[in-house]
């Protein structure tokens, strides 16, 4: 999520309002006001809507929900007579360019701060951290067009941004801070992408770091933007949303010439929608001259085409409209969520709890009959309390997750009993006798089932009291089964029985072996027992 | 200390016990508890606790006496009979004994030492002569009669002849109060403490003297087994949701990226597809016939009006395995299976972010979510089943503002107002965008929502810390009970 901050008074020249009525309508085109200080406010934005992740595209969007001036903002863009040529062996590299000329822009404004702070949340957004989009902002007056896009030799040096010594651009991957974070992009590479001037001044290693020699400061009046990437629509939107926002804060837009084109050319794309269809996904009824006025507030440009189409201007900034539905949003955010008409479906359906939760259900009522409490531990263990304090071969079929957050949580639990004997240790100073069962999903091999477990301690659980709660929970589930002499080594020999369902194991109680015990550091006996509700009559096969 | 019975009721009257004593003590009005208990035949022991019982009632008065006693150690009490060493040595010494006749003596060692650090004798060349007058009786008489003010006795305390000794003896006396007691009479039959078969069949019930309990104390505590007060959460949601008319859903925890994230149109390089987002396995699961048109979605936007994310699309990636980031991936291909509207499903399952665990983040937690898919549903109808869903769950008040999740359009997020605390944001909702619903050949709307389980059972149980809904206290478990307070939702 972008949290963007909004200097009132900054917002509200641009907004042409005051800062309350801003703060109380911002929530309702879709953002949460994070936190409000004393000369600014911090909203945070969806990452679907970059357009709004500066105090210019805010107030755009702002003056039209608030009626102050609706539809379609145009911008426009001359020729600024520069160039930029590609080398065609970035294809493999960096193919993409987008390139433009800010003019007269004032630095001692918002403005500096605010693009600055543009371009870090566009590279977050939009650039996936700059490997699909990298934005390069220079001072155009310290260096000379024509400018080249290139795949030059890694041992190109020159000066990088904050520093005073030339450098390899290898060096530059391992020393420069940037470069270090950002060098997994195109190490791999046997050229580095790389703008220069005529004189081949370097302006920006891509999507690295920019040259000094182009550093932008207070005196700098007139900006050349680079923004280099892999996706031609993710760069062509960076560098539209970055001009418009410059535009909104007074600067003149100027395009530059790539491969023979003129970009950006800042003009809205076109789209011509049903009026039906929007009234029948949001349900309201909706004519084509309301529709269009519920756009324009939106700040797109919107005109009836005959009873049922609009046709719609989409602003050049507007990366997430892709399809008509998306523009059906924004009607209902013009129209208001809290007036819409909701009521629930009229359609008769009948509800049908799922049986491997009624069967779960089942299981709980036997347990909590015999006076067990129930507890539901975490589904991500180790394999230290699974099988190891257990004394237990690893389970076929258990899995690994690949990148652990601890080392407590490395795979998906393949039993229960392990985790109810983790909660006695947990809970020894609590009042015995202690009774605990849970029941719930274990994975082997992607697959998912229910089991279900249960655990009495105090100085005389025992095997009996393992077997016959066993059988209780089983009975009252209809399980027909018969009990052999089990090998299981979590328990003690003698004192332990495997569960048979139809010639398959599919459970076993019994004492809990005391090296076991020892292992969980329980000071009294266990009789436990667990087993698979595959084995109740009912479950499906999924 | 109260006498405990069965379940440990202290007893509101007086026992039989405590009868017999004051119906000793109406006589002996003061007496010792060994006395006492020669009398009631009785220990001394249980003759002191009743005494104690009575006078918390008021009818008699205990009186704790405590005695200094001096007693031999096993060597004083060869010496009480023989006379300490020095008194013997003193004994043996005549005109003319030699010291090497003394040294025979078996009471040498000790006794000549301390004739000798009392000066009472004197060595002159081989013999030993008692000084004039030389006497132990007052060491003999401290031996005998020990006085704790007599320096000689604290003496033979210090040479480990003597030990001092505490010894605490109870009288029990009789207060008026007891005496008017016992004056009324005492009923002194035999009682009753738990009724027998016998007594029951015989009839002996009619006469038996049933013993009374004291009913402002509470036994020992009885735990009842009940479920987890998160699952009864779970329950009452899932109770609302089958009255609402939907069908359960329920699966794998393991799902293939595909079902996950690219069937719900979530583009291969978002953010939240990341390593350090989402639990990986190294499992692969083979892509599902069809699969091309929703690789068709991403790139191109297939036959809808949609422009689709262009870029590439990676079988590898939508092959490969996480543990499910939502349930959305169950209702997705519970709506592949079943195009034919109306469909009205929900899923209550646990969902794996890779998150750092704390007090408020847990890397699992159980998500509930909600489809309905129909002709001609609305946007607004979800609104509605939302309303009611969250009426129904006690929250009167239920707002919704815009909001953004990548598989839904319109999306919102819902919110409703609580006591004392304010808007709490409660789950996220939208409708399917076409991307996700057209290659799956599914032409009505869907409607869907979700929301976190967790965030209502930590408001309901007052928890200031999730993960105790998992790694829960037995003593909280028990204690919360099965009937919650209801205010408002919460």
């Not at chain 2, 946007?379 to 939302?386: A, C, K, M, P, S």
Request: aromatic share 8%; glycine share 8%; net charge negative.
């Amino acid at each position: 999520m972008a949290v963007i901050t909004l200097p009132y008074k900054y917002l509200e020249r641009l907004t042409r309002t005051d800062r309350k009525t801003i703060l109380e309508k911002i929530p309702l085109i879709g953002s949460d006001v994070e936190r409000t200080e004393e000369d600014h406010a911090d909203v945070e934005f969806f990452p679907d809507r970059p357009d709004l992740f500066s105090p210019e595209g805010v107030a755009r969007a702002m003056r039209g929900y608030l009626g102050i001036e609706t539809g379609l903002p145009t911008y426009p863009v001359k020729p600024s007579g520069i160039s930029f040529t590609v080398d065609p062996k970035l294809a493999s590299i960096r193919p993409v360019l987008g390139a433009a000329v800010i003019r007269g822009i004032k630095f001692d404004d918002e403005s500096i701060q605010s693009i600055m702070s543009l371009q870090e949340s566009l590279h977050w957004a939009v650039g996936r951290g700059r490997s699909k989009v990298a934005i390069g902002i220079h001072d155009m007056d310290t260096v000379k067009p024509p400018f080249r896009y290139i795949a030059s030799p890694r041992n190109r040096k020159f000066v990088p941004l904050d520093y005073t010594e030339e450098m390899t651009m290898d060096e530059i991957l391992e020393k420069h801070p940037k470069g270090r974070d950002y060098a997994k992009i195109v190490r791999d590479f046997a050229l580095f992408p790389l703008i220069v001037d005529r004189d081949d001044h370097v302006l920006s290693f891509p999507p690295i770091i920019n040259g000094e020699r182009t550093r932008v400061t207070i005196d700098t009046k007139n900006i050349l933007l680079d923004t280099t990437g892999t996706d031609k629509r993710a760069v062509g939107f960076a560098v539209n949303i970055i001009c418009t926002a410059m535009a909104e804060a007074g600067a003149t837009i100027e395009s530059v010439e790539i491969g023979g084109m003129q970009t950006p050319t800042l003009a809205p794309a076109e789209r011509v929608v049903s009026v039906k269809e929007c009234s029948r996904l949001l349900g309201v009824s909706l004519t084509a001259a309301s529709m269009a006025e519920l756009l324009r507030k939106m700040r797109f440009g919107a005109e009836p085409e005959g009873a049922d189409t609009v046709k719609v201007q989409v602003p050049c900034y507007r990366a997430d409209i892709m399809h008509d539905w998306d523009l059906f949003e924004d009607v209902a955010i013009a129209y208001g969520y809290d007036r819409l008409e909701s009521h629930p479906p009229r359609t008769f359906t009948v509800g049908k709890a799922h049986p491997v939760q009624v069967n779960a259900a089942l299981a709980r009522e036997a347990f909590t009959g015999l006076g067990y409490l129930e507890v539901m531990p975490f589904t991500l263990t180790n394999e230290d309390v699974l099988y190891r304090q257990m004394r237990r071969e690893e389970t076929r079929g258990v899995l690994h997750v690949m990148h652990p957050i601890s080392i407590e949580n490395t795979v998906v639990r393949t039993e229960l009993l392990p985790l109810l004997l983790e909660f006695l240790t947990l809970n020894r100073h609590r009042e015995l006798p202690q009774r605990l069962f849970t029941v719930g999903d274990v994975v082997l091999d992607c697959r998912t089932h229910q089991q279900a477990a249960g655990v009495s301690t105090h100085p005389d659980a025992d095997f009996s009291e393992a077997y016959a709660s066993a059988d209780a929970v089983l009975h009252e589930l209809s399980v027909d089964y018969t009990v052999k002499e089990s090998a299981d080594p979590a328990f003690i020999d003698g004192r332990r029985g495997d569960i048979i369902v139809a010639g398959k194991t599919v459970g076993v109680f019994g004492e809990i072996h005391p090296a076991v015990l020892n292992a969980f550091d329980l000071e009294h006996s266990v009789a436990a027992f667990e087993f698979d509700l595959r084995a109740v009559p009912g479950y499906p096969a999924l | 200390m109260h006498v405990q019975t069965g379940y440990g009721c202290k007893m509101a009257e007086l026992t039989q016990n405590e009868k017999r004593l004051l119906a000793v003590l109406e006589t002996e009005k003061k007496a010792d508890a060994p006395h006492l208990a020669g009398l009631l035949e009785a220990s001394p022991e249980a003759v002191v606790q009743w005494a104690h019982l009575a006078q918390d009632k008021g009818f008699v008065s205990v009186e704790r006496i405590v005695l200094k006693e001096f007693a031999y150690t096993d060597e004083g009490i060869r010496y009480a009979k023989n006379g300490l060493p020095e008194t013997q040595l003193l004994r043996f010494i005549l005109p003319g004994t030699q010291l090497a006749d003394l040294q025979k003596h078996e009471a040498f060692r000790i006794g000549f030492g301390q004739l000798r650090k009392k000066g009472l004798v004197k060595v002159e060349g081989a013999a030993v002569t008692k000084i004039h007058g030389a006497s132990t009786d007052a060491d003999e008489s401290a031996l005998k009669n020990p006085s704790a003010a007599d320096p000689k006795t604290k003496e033979l305390i210090k040479r480990g002849i003597l030990q001092e000794c505490e010894t605490v003896r109870y009288a029990v006396s009789i207060t008026p109060e007891g005496l008017a007691l016992t004056k009324k009479g005492l009923d002194l039959r035999e009682e009753t403490g738990t009724l027998t078969r016998d007594q029951i069949l015989s009839g002996s019930w009619k006469t038996a003297n049933l013993r009374h309990y004291d009913v402002s104390k509470l036994p020992k505590k009885a735990y009842p087994g009940k479920i987890h007060p998160y699952e009864r959460i779970i329950a009452e949601m899932r109770e609302i949701l089958l009255e609402m008319g939907f069908e359960e859903l329920y699966g794998d925890i393991v799902q293939q990226c595909f079902w996950n994230f690219d069937a719900l149109f979530q583009p291969q390089d978002h953010p939240a597809r990341e390593m350090q987002d989402t639990f990986y396995l190294r499992e692969t699961i083979p892509l599902p016939p069809g699969y091309e048109k929703v690789k068709s979605m991403h790139l191109s936007g297939g036959d809808t009006s949609s422009t689709g994310w262009g870029g590439v699309w990676k079988e590898e990636k939508a092959e490969q395995c996480v543990l499910r980031t939502h349930t959305t991936s169950l209702s997705i291909q519970h709506l592949a299976q079943n195009r034919k509207p109306p469909v009205k499903a929900f899923a209550v399952g646990r969902v794996y972010r890779r998150e750092t665990i704390d007090t408020t983040h847990l890397a699992e937690f159980e998500q509930l979510e909600g489809i309905v898919m129909d002709e001609d549903v609305t946007f607004g109808n979800l609104l509605g089943i939302l309303r009611e869903f969250y009426n129904r769950m006690g929250f009167t008040s239920v707002r919704f503002k815009p909001s953004y999740y990548p598989y839904t359009e319109p999306s919102l997020d819902a919110e409703v107002y609580i006591e004392g605390i304010g808007w709490i944001e409660m789950g996220g909702a939208g409708v399917f965008r076409e991307e996700v619903t057209a290659p799956l050949g599914i032409t009505c709307p869907v409607l869907a929502w979700g929301l976190g389980v967790s965030r209502i059972a930590m408001l309901r149980l007052g928890l200031k810390d999730l993960r105790l809904l998992h790694k829960s206290d037995v003593a909280f478990l028990r204690e919360t009970p099965s009937l919650r307070k209801s205010k408002g939702g919460i």
